[in-house]
């Protein structure tokens, strides 16, 4: 188990930007001493801001520009390694679209969402413009890569601390803790003699950890005006089978993830993870990045673990779909299809989901991909079942689903 991210959350509507950086930086390097004397390895420090549209003049794209590249420096300088400048709504304001290929293009640090629903409606405007935003940036970067910090949101709540999801709230600063453990979870169910053990021994590693870091981060408090936001326990993993999601699935009993068995499998670590009693911000669910992780590339490439599987997955308490590597060629309809899907589970279940989709230029379904990139793993690009869709489901502004009543 590491930290994945300790993920600060600023305001820069609130003005004395100097003197929130100054705080977080000072925070993070004191946090960062004291976590790693304790034994905790952290992988990053990340930057997310409020909405940009609450803080950027975007009628004036020039000076947007700069404000952006500022802050990009300024970030870099105290010692963050990513800055999400959260979402903004095509709904909201037309300029968005063809605002964030050139944001996306000033830093290769840059992360940003754009939101697809609202209020318990979906977003038509907004599908549409985030599956034309994909095709974008997928013809302006190298392999398709840059769509890794682009992803479109459905019901996602300030302070999660995972990219590219992050975003803070205006007139707070804080942080909130991403744990990567896929690993944990292996070891607790390869250890159990059965599935109840495993479930036991997974919460008490994550109530321990949670309580550890709360404690080492209660004695910082007192010296900087920051609200700790929580921990995000998803099982996070790393693109090796040690720190493998798909084979911490697997471990439960499930031969090859994708398998008749998984879903069960999912509910129950899905259940467990819910039951953690540390204090939550984010999804604390089952993360499924395809490229980021080995066992799961694998599987998808291998033709057992499809797209709509890991969408099946999300309904009981998966993140959404994540690093799924298309055919280059895809249209922008099909991708919206897709995101609408992804769009409508998120409403009808009241859930935070995501989809970072990543089409593959000169890549047609089948073919194998590699990037040189140490946070991804080996696979194949990926298709799905699209026939076309037409009206009245694609008519009009919004699209009002009925979240589920559970009584």
């Keep these: 188990m590491r930290i994945r991210s300790i993920t600060y959350f600023i305001d820069p509507a609130l003005g004395e930007l100097d003197n929130q950086l100054a705080i977080t930086y000072a925070h993070s390097r004191s946090a960062q001493i004291a976590l790693e004397k304790a034994g905790f390895e952290v992988q990053s420090i990340r ?24 802050l990009a420096v300024r970030a870099e300088k105290n010692g963050f390694d990513y800055l999400a400048l959260g979402p903004c709504s095509c709904h909201t304001n037309q300029e968005v679209e063809a605002l964030i290929p050139r944001f996306l293009s000033i830093a290769e640090s840059i992360f940003i969402t754009m939101p697809i629903t609202a209020d318990h409606r979906i977003s038509l405007q907004d599908i549409y413009s985030s599956a034309r935003v994909i095709k974008h940036v997928a013809a302006l970067s190298e392999n398709g890569f840059g769509n890794l910090r682009f992803a479109a949101l459905a019901n996602v709540a300030p302070f999660t601390p995972f990219f590219p999801a992050a975003y803070g709230a205006p007139g707070e600063t804080a942080f909130a803790i991403a744990m990567e453990c896929a690993d944990s979870a292996m070891a607790a169910f390869q250890a159990a003699t059965d599935i109840r053990h495993g479930c036991q021994n997974l919460l ?16 910082l408090d007192n010296e900087y005006d920051l609200q700790f936001k929580g921990f995000d326990f ?32 999912a509910s129950i670590l899905a259940g467990t993870l819910d039951q ?38 999300s309904s009981v308490c998966g993140t959404g779909l994540d690093t799924v ?16 899907d992804i769009a409508a589970l998120s409403v009808r279940l009241d859930k935070p989901l995501t989809a970072r989709l990543m089409p593959i230029p000169g890549k047609a379904a089948g073919e194998e991909i590699e990037f040189d990139f140490s946070f991804f793993a080996k696979g194949k690009v990926l298709d799905f079942p699209y026939r076309g869709m037409q009206a009245p489901l694609n008519v009009g502004d919004y699209l009002a689903i009925n979240p589920r009543q559970t009584h």
């Excluded at 298309?326 to 897709?338: N, Q, R, V």
């Design 204 to 219: 008490a590693e994550f109530e321990k950890k949670a309580a550890e870091i709360e404690n080492i981060f209660a004695q």
């Design 276 to 313: 953690g009693t540390w204090r939550k911000s984010g999804f604390n669910g089952l993360m499924m990045p395809i490229l980021e992780d080995a066992v799961l590339a694998q599987r998808s490439g291998d033709g057992i673990l499809s797209v709509y599987d890991v969408l099946q997955y």
């Design 47 to 70: 930057l997310a801001t409020s909405p940009f549209p609450t803080w950027l003049p975007l009628a004036d794209k020039q000076t947007s520009h700069t404000k952006i590249e500022e």
């Design 325 to 340: 590597p298309l055919p280059g060629d895809i249209s922008s309809e099909k991708i919206a299809a897709l995101l609408l």
């Design 234 to 265: 998803s099982l996070a993993p790393f693109p090796e089978e040690w720190c493998s999601f798909g084979k911490a699935l697997e471990s439960m009993g499930v031969t090859a993830i994708g398998s008749a068995g998984s879903l069960a499998a």
